[in-house]
């Protein structure tokens, strides 16, 4: 009798468990791609004040010469590079033009060709703060053999170049 009711209550464990345990559907969540951070664009952006100078009238004799202060505004989120060029200067209503070698012109201190490869005037190893930075730009055109060309206004353009850099 005794094994009898050892066998009745193992049996009954045993079927006691098996209502306890049961399979269970997996959760199956849908897949998200992992989400990747992908650094900045690098820009930059770059406003000058005044957009337009009279730099003087050329004489009618001689050596002639002008000065101009601009403003440059420049916000960039990475290390950047400011290239400066001139076109030739070309007589209002004429097709006279002043020769380049005549012309020779200095910005913030650096040579500057006029009608040639843009050289750079300004260069930063960091981006600028997120409201940007002004920086003076001083600009110095001189001209030679002025009586060469006939005396009144001439217009050319001073053309800014502004490329991100990067450091490695």
Same mark, same amino acid.
């Given at each position: 009798?005794?094994?009898?009711?050892?066998?009745?209550?193992?049996?009954?464990?045993?079927?006691?468990?098996? !209502?306890?345990?049961? %399979?269970?559907?997996?959760?199956?969540?849908?897949?998200?791609?992992?989400?990747?951070?992908? /650094?900045?664009?690098?820009?930059? *952006?770059?406003?000058?004040?005044?957009?337009?100078?009279?730099?003087?009238i050329v004489p009618s004799r001689g050596?002639?010469?002008?000065?101009?202060?601009?403003?440059?505004?420049?916000?960039? *989120?990475? /290390?950047?590079?400011?290239?400066? @060029?001139? +076109?030739?200067?070309?007589?209002?209503? @004429? =097709? +006279?033009?002043?020769?380049?070698?005549?012309?020779?012109?200095?910005?913030?201190? =650096?040579?500057?060709?006029?009608? !040639?490869?843009?050289?750079?005037?300004?260069? =930063?190893?960091?981006?600028?703060?997120?409201?940007?930075? *002004?920086?003076?730009?001083?600009?110095?055109? @001189?001209?030679? *053999?002025?009586?060469?060309?006939? %005396?009144?206004?001439?217009?050319?353009?001073?053309?800014?170049?502004?490329? +991100?850099? @990067?450091?490695?």
């Open positions: 009798m005794k094994k009898i009711i050892v066998i009745c209550v193992i049996s009954v464990v045993c079927f006691g468990f098996s !209502g306890i345990t049961h %399979a269970v559907q997996p959760i199956v969540m849908p897949y998200k791609k992992p989400h990747i951070v992908k /650094p900045e664009e690098p820009f930059v *952006n770059l406003s000058v004040k005044p957009e337009k100078v009279n730099i003087g050596r002639g010469g002008a000065e101009v202060e601009l403003e440059a505004h420049i916000v960039a *989120n990475y /290390p950047y590079q400011i290239k400066a @060029s001139f +076109t030739p200067f070309k007589k209002l209503r @004429s =097709s +006279t033009k002043i020769k380049p070698k005549h012309m020779s012109a200095r910005i913030n201190g =650096s040579n500057v060709p006029i009608a !040639g490869t843009a050289v750079p005037i300004i260069r =930063s190893v960091e981006a600028t703060p997120p409201g940007g930075i *002004n920086i003076p730009v001083n600009v110095n055109l @001189s001209l030679e *053999n002025g009586m060469m060309y006939p %005396a009144g206004m001439y217009k050319g353009d001073l053309i800014f170049t502004i490329t +991100t850099v @990067s450091f490695k």
